[in-house]
């Protein structure tokens, strides 16, 4: 027998670990911003920088994953390994997002009690074949690619980045790479700091001196998103061929604390200094992230406890991520729909939600996730000579 599966290589366990606790703040973030109207006064205030911090990891594992066994794989090869590890969650997203999809009716979703069961169904399959909605076909009103599960916009991107790497990126040199990220950095810097180079990014005022963005079919939407992928994923694949990490004692718990500052630092400079935002953000993607994965690679986690942790908080980061959010859809309906709710009953709400979040997520990992991946591998990955 001939595998496309290959060997497992050693896992970088405290970046697994980092994944997972990024992945929590990204559900913390996202419950807390319903409690807030104005975008400069949310708590964990930079918590989308999560994506950014997954990018970085992303590229680091593909290049240590994939840079060296393209003699033994094809492109071929390589989507379908990627696919397996990717899309089963994807699709249970997606069928979560279409299941609970008319609990989120409220005066902050009114499209939804205009939306037929049919076009649930369409925006169903479209989610699930990882096809981006256009702003027309919209049932929800945030305009995003997957309105039954919006974090999808991310995976999306990354799709994309595995495709340019396995058709292009992986024949650069390190020089050509370098120069290549080099250029990804300035497109951080002209979004982060709002230069507008391109003149796409008139139609920001709130997150004017933010990276927020990048989950709709519209050109400032999508040049957001591109600039979002490009430095933090192809960095990480750098950092990988350079091969330079950073041994830290404690490295699992100095790292998660590096990435809880960087992601609860409250909004910078205010209404007036914006710049200092925009320049915290893009220091945060351009220098810090890789920092903390070169931290996080070369540095040991030791003790059952530390170990067992990070393995917990891996398998989980991706679940958890990729079908929570259907639970912040109902979480700001029922807001929306009880607007004298003591603060009380709001906390227990978001606590409840949290809690339901990571066990729907562990559900779907043991109960669906684990199983499909292994038949994927055994009846898929598997191949005769």
Wanted: include cysteine; charge should be positive.
């Amino acid at each position: 027998m001939n595998t496309t599966f290959l060997a497992s290589k050693p896992r970088y366990e405290i970046l697994d670990g980092l994944r997972g606790v990024a992945a929590m703040l990204v559900v913390a973030y996202h419950l807390l911003e319903t409690y807030t109207a104005n975008p400069m006064e949310q708590l964990l205030n930079h918590g989308y920088l999560a994506v950014d911090f997954f990018f970085v990891l992303s590229g680091f594992v593909i290049g240590y994953a994939y840079d060296d066994r393209w003699d033994r794989m094809t492109l071929w090869d390589f989507f379908k390994r990627r696919l397996t590890r990717l899309h089963p969650m994807v699709i249970m997203g997606t069928l979560i997002g279409a299941a609970l999809f008319y609990f989120g009716a409220c005066p902050a979703f009114p499209m939804i009690m205009e939306t037929p069961w049919w076009k649930v169904l369409v925006m169903a399959l479209l989610g699930c074949l990882m096809i981006p909605a256009l702003v027309s076909w919209d049932i929800r009103g945030w305009w995003e690619t997957n309105p039954l599960n919006g974090p999808t916009w991310s995976l999306a991107w990354e799709y994309v980045a595995n495709i340019v790497y396995a058709l292009i990126v992986r024949h650069f040199s390190k020089l050509t790479l370098g120069l290549f990220v080099a250029l990804s950095a300035c497109l951080t810097i002209d979004v982060a700091l709002n230069i507008d180079t391109f003149g796409l990014l008139g139609g920001r005022t709130d997150v004017s001196y933010t990276v927020i963005g990048g989950w709709s079919i519209t050109p400032d939407q999508m040049y957001i998103g591109m600039t979002r992928l490009l430095y933090p994923f192809f960095m990480g694949l750098l950092l990988a061929r350079i091969n330079k990490l950073i041994a830290l004692k404690g490295g699992f718990y100095w790292c998660s604390l590096f990435i809880i500052i960087i992601l609860a630092m409250p909004r910078i400079g205010g209404t007036t200094d914006m710049w200092m935002n925009g320049t915290y953000e893009a220091l945060s993607i351009i220098v810090l992230f890789p920092m903390i994965v070169l931290m996080g690679a070369g540095s040991k986690v030791t003790g059952k406890r530390s170990v067992a942790l990070c393995k917990f908080f891996g398998v989980l980061s991706y679940p958890l991520y990729i079908t929570h959010f259907p639970l912040v859809y109902m979480q700001k309906a029922w807001v929306s729909n009880n607007p004298d709710a003591s603060r009380g009953m709001l906390i227990f709400v978001g606590v409840a939600i949290f809690c339901l979040a990571v066990g729907i997520a562990y559900a779907s990992l043991k109960l669906y996730d684990e199983p499909v991946r292994e038949w994927l591998k055994n009846h898929w990955l598997m191949r005769k000579k």
